[in-house]
């Protein structure tokens, strides 16, 4: 039983630039949450995705953006990057919109030159 | 707006004592209380959670968990720590559908 699996693992773009990540639920989950994770810090949450809508949204500028598609997995773009924006991308999977933990990947790790 | 807060960066303890990380929390209405662990360049993984019922919460390798609702307190334990427990730990609160994290406690046990 796979678990949820991104990719890539590691990306390295200059500012301006525009990447796309990816995600795969663990198998049975349909809802996706996307994480950003700093440097020595918690995960900030970026946004959810459940019925191939974004349920629920953080505190992250437009330039973050995403999608669902109907086979549940997911994508996170983020465009005009900065290099702030350096980080661990880690995607969630969890089933429905409930109380269930969520089942993280190993994320993918960008770096911004 | 929801919060978690963990006092210590930073926890050492020897290994076969007992260990707490500690966390306490803000949101509104009922509180659903997760701790995960995090080891190097890896993903989070889930460790326990508190949804209703009793206090005490156990969950994987042996961790439990303590709910205090008048302390908003969801500390974290274990009865003996294992060099192997040596992670970053993860409190976290799920409210109106997002889960917010605690900035982490690094946890050395040492042998």
């Known amino acids: 039983d796979a678990g949820v699996t991104q990719s890539p693992t590691h990306l390295i773009k200059t500012r301006g630039q525009q990447v796309t990540l990816r995600c795969s639920p663990k198998?049975?989950?349909?809802?996706v949450s996307w994480y950003q994770q700093a440097l020595g810090q918690g995960p900030q949450f970026i946004f959810q995705?459940?019925?191939?809508?974004?349920?629920q949204r953080g505190n992250f500028p437009d330039r973050f953006s995403g999608h669902q598609f109907p086979n549940y997995s997911s994508e996170l773009n983020v465009n005009a990057l900065l290099l702030g924006d350096s980080a661990l991308y880690l995607c969630?999977?969890?089933?429905?919109?409930?109380?269930?933990?969520?089942?993280f990947g190993d994320g993918t790790r960008l770096s911004i030159l | 707006a929801q919060s978690v807060a963990q006092p210590e960066d930073q926890v050492n303890v020897a290994e076969g004592n007992p260990l707490t990380v500690k966390c306490t929390y803000s949101?509104?209405?009922?509180?659903?209380l997760f701790w995960y662990v995090q080891y190097p360049n890896r993903g989070l993984q889930f460790l326990l959670k508190?949804?209703?019922?009793?206090?005490l919460v156990k969950g994987s390798y042996g961790f439990e968990a303590e709910f205090n609702k008048s302390q908003t307190s969801f500390h974290l334990k274990k009865p003996s720590a294992l060099v192997s427990d040596s992670a970053l730990y993860f409190c976290?609160?799920?409210?109106?559908?997002?889960?917010?994290f605690g900035t982490g406690t690094k946890l050395q046990v040492i042998p």
């Open positions: 995705y459940y019925e191939e809508e974004e349920r």
């Open positions: 508190y949804i209703t019922g009793d206090n």
């Open positions: 949101v509104s209405g009922n509180p659903y």
């Open positions: 198998s049975g989950h349909d809802t």
């Open positions: 969630a999977s969890s089933f429905g919109l409930s109380d269930q933990p969520q089942h």
């Open positions: 976290a609160v799920l409210g109106y559908q997002k889960v917010t």
